[in-house]
């Protein structure tokens, strides 16, 4: 529960310094969730406005890496491994066969709910007649772990086990939305969850090049207020640059292991989003000394060239910043968390699922 009087101080400070409309972006989809729980956005002066970003990784993963994962789950070598919310999310079938892992689990696949990527060690000692594939998803946040298991299998020789790899990369994403004229983004509110990780050079960079202020921010709903009142003073100072809001956390320097691990099984490449268009060095891929872990080398997948839509609901759009989930037809009707019709309203963290469950 947040500290009422300091709330009520943080948004009397708001009222008394924003004096021209603004729109800022909230990129974590854990941050979207707190702000639409408690209500902070109608708590907000008139005129300041939050907009929704692609911050949830389960909903940003193209709908042919789930399609790829359905192929290999159909092999009776494979134990197709993933986290909760991916076992869910559709790939791109339209024709009422098997569209998510837990509809190819029903239908007799060896599909696995893990909670931890080095669990796929385990399985893979324990089955050396089976090929283990962890489809691995997640922002800088989940790739260490990712990164530490492929490092831990190479060391142990182990020749059962590989990855599917979609591991994104937040900074690039923001930049890319930033540039997009349709985008109405004046400032960023950056997931500090991630900048805890990495450090906070590329987001002084993207300051720089896009001359907007970016507030690196924590996820309670004190921590987000301040962070919106660093931004609006920015803003109402025309004085772009970063703030680190998150300063209990997140270092400039980031985590330097978990960085050198990062970079040293993955190499920064161009790909698609789901809902985007390719983003410049926006995934992970693995650099050669791990490529023999490499799930689409070892069974001949491609990798994912283009972003796909989420056919009759808005879930492009949504991701994008471009609309708010209330204004897709589809939304509460069609398309709920049961019957999902695109990610953002399957992952705990999709927007989408954040309107169903707090504005409906």
């Not at 500290?3 to 310094?17: M, W």
């Not at 489809?135 to 790739?143: C, N, S, V």
């Not at 809902?275 to 693995?286: E, T, Y």
């Not at 939304?331 to 999902?340: G, R």
Request: proline share 8%; hydrophobic share 45%.
């Amino acid at each position: 529960m947040p500290d009422p009087a300091a709330v009520h101080s943080v948004l009397e400070a708001l009222q008394r310094q924003t004096n021209r409309p603004w729109t800022l972006m909230e990129v974590c989809g854990g941050q979207t969730h707190t702000i639409l729980r408690w209500g902070l956005d109608q708590l907000l002066p008139g005129g300041l406005q939050l907009i929704h970003g692609p911050g949830c990784p389960v909903c940003v993963t193209p709908a042919t890496t789930i399609d790829q994962a359905l192929q290999l789950a159909a092999r009776s070598e494979v134990i197709l491994c993933s986290f909760g919310d991916m076992l869910r999310v559709p790939g791109s079938r339209s024709d009422g066969g098997v569209s998510d892992l837990l509809q190819a689990r029903a239908a007799g696949a060896d599909v696995r709910l893990i909670t931890a990527p080095l669990q796929t060690l385990d399985l893979a000692a324990r089955h050396p007649d089976r090929q283990v594939v962890l489809l691995a998803a997640g922002f800088e946040t989940t790739a260490p772990a990712t990164a530490l298991l492929l490092e831990q299998a190479r060391r142990l020789a182990v020749d059962n086990l590989s990855l599917l790899a979609a591991h994104v990369r937040v900074v690039p994403a923001m930049e890319r939305l930033s540039a997009d004229p349709h985008n109405q983004i004046q400032g960023f509110l950056a997931a500090g969850h991630v900048a805890a990780v990495m450090g906070t050079a590329e987001l002084e960079a993207l300051v720089q090049r896009r001359h907007l202020p970016v507030v690196v921010c924590g996820f309670n709903p004190l921590e987000l207020l301040q962070a919106l009142l660093a931004c609006v003073q920015l803003l109402e100072a025309g004085t772009p640059r970063l703030a680190n809001a998150y300063g209990g956390v997140v270092r400039s320097q980031g985590n330097p292991a978990a960085r050198l691990l990062v970079q040293q099984v993955f190499a920064a490449a161009d790909g698609p989003w789901r809902g985007l268009s390719p983003i410049s060095r926006g995934v992970l891929q693995l650099r050669p000394p791990y490529h023999r872990f490499d799930a689409r080398q070892r069974f001949g997948l491609p990798l994912p060239q283009a972003a796909e839509e989420d056919g009759p609901c808005c879930g492009a759009a949504v991701l994008q910043g471009r609309c708010k989930p209330p204004d897709c037809p589809s939304f509460a009707t069609a398309c709920t968390p049961l019957h999902p019709l695109g990610a953002p309203m399957v992952s705990h963290e999709g927007a989408c699922a954040a309107y169903y469950a707090y504005r409906r």
